[in-house]
């Protein structure tokens, strides 16, 4: 498999925040905020963590790809699975678990 440049791994990256987003609801994370109140709506954007989290998944990913090896990718505790999601879709067998 090809090793992709930071420029496409973003593209999938904001692809899949994008359909996190549309699922995300305020309700949801206040329920979070039960468990953290750290977390809450008034105190942490998951939006903008979400969002400038792409360079850090990147190298994550990059400590990972190798050109042409095909591996199976377990993410324990993969927060909203944004990062399992983007690796499925550069065509890793990926599974998570929370």
Known sequence: MKVLSFRDFDAI????VRGMLE??????QVEIATHSRGWSPEL????HYLEASSVRF??????????DDRQ?????GGLYG???LTLKAIGYDVTMTE
């Open 72 to 76: 199976k990718i377990c993410d324990v």
């Open 23 to 28: 699922r995300w609801t305020r309700e949801m």
């Open 58 to 67: 990147y190298k994550a990913y990059r400590s990972l790809a190798v050109e």
């Open 44 to 47: 942490f954007d998951f939006r």
């Open 82 to 84: 944004v990062f399992p």
């Open 13 to 16: 990256y904001h692809e899949a």
